[in-house]
């Protein structure tokens, strides 16, 4: 059974880092494009970092380029997102999620796995 679990959110003053993490099991993380994604009250599933291909090409958005950073650990079959110098709006759910295709991008309907989400509220 595929399954991923993410964890590590919580609440964090503006400037503070936090590191998310995605533990997969069912399936080998290494062999899929993984991504990150973020949902905030009212707005749409935003693409944040991925993994675009088993070569291990990555994508940032924009807003997170600089201060955020993807990365795996095969031995743990797990992607971590590092996010520091975070803002008041990096609040959000936290996801990640796991495409069966060889490539995918920062669009949410290109993936077919998804974990339950992750709180992240950044305020003083």
């Known amino acids: 059974q595929v399954q991923l679990v993410e964890s590590g959110g919580g609440l964090v003053q503006p400037g503070g880092s936090l590191r998310l993490s995605c533990a997969a099991s069912g399936f080998t993380l290494d062999d899929y494009p993984i991504g990150w994604f973020r949902q905030a009250p009212g707005k749409e599933r935003e693409g944040v970092s991925c993994?675009?291909?088993?070569?291990?090409?990555?994508y940032y958005a924009d807003s997170v380029k600089g201060r955020f950073t993807i990365s795996r650990d095969n031995a743990k079959n797990t992607v971590y997102l590092q996010m520091n110098s975070l803002e008041p709006e990096d609040t959000a759910v936290y996801y990640c999620?796991?495409?069966?295709?060889?490539?995918?991008?920062?669009?949410?309907?290109?993936?077919?796995?998804w974990g339950q989400g992750t709180q992240v509220t950044v305020s003083s």
């Open positions: 999620a796991a495409a069966r295709g060889v490539v995918a991008g920062p669009w949410a309907d290109e993936y077919d796995y």
């Open positions: 993994f675009k291909d088993t070569d291990g090409r990555t």
